[in-house]
Nanobody, 128 residues
Framework: QVQVEESGGGPVQAGDSLRLSCVIS????????VGWFRQAPGKERDFVSA????????AVEDSVQGRFTISRDNPRNTVYLQMNDLKPEDTALYYC?????????????????????WGQGTQVTVSS
């Protein structure tokens, strides 16, 4: 059984920073590629950032490039999304998603359809 749990969201002012955490609990010696997605009210779930299992390859969506950084601490089974200079348009429910991969797979994934383990989401609200 694989579980994904996000934390770190909250209400902030424009220009503030937040760090989201995603803890992945699963069988020992498993590797996971991880993605962050967000969904604002009335909108689709959009890609934000992704990281491969080793942390050596990452991607961020254009609108958050230079402000958001993804990283991971594999001994802690945790992936982070550092969000700086937050804007009101960043307001959304942020989801962490994971897909189990073999050690030979070095890719990250930007499509939500690839991921089969999802957390419940953590709300980020940015006021101007």
């Amino acid at each position: 059984q694989v579980q994904v749990e996000e934390s770190g969201g909250g209400p902030v002012q424009a220009g503030d920073s937040l760090r989201l955490s995603c803890v992945i609990s699963g069988p020992a010696n498993s590797q996971y590629a991880v993605g962050w997605f967000r969904q604002a009210p009335g909108k689709e779930r959009d890609f934000v950032s992704a990281i491969n299992w080793s942390g050596g390859s990452t991607a961020v969506e254009d609108s958050v490039q230079g402000r958001f950084t993804i990283s991971r601490d594999n001994p802690r089974n945790t992936v982070y999304l550092q969000m700086n200079d937050l804007k009101p348009e960043d307001t959304a429910l942020y989801y962490c998603a994971a897909v189990r991969v073999s050690r030979g797979v070095v890719k990250f994934y930007t499509s939500p359809r690839v991921y089969n383990y999802w957390g419940q989401g953590t709300q980020v609200t940015v006021s101007s």
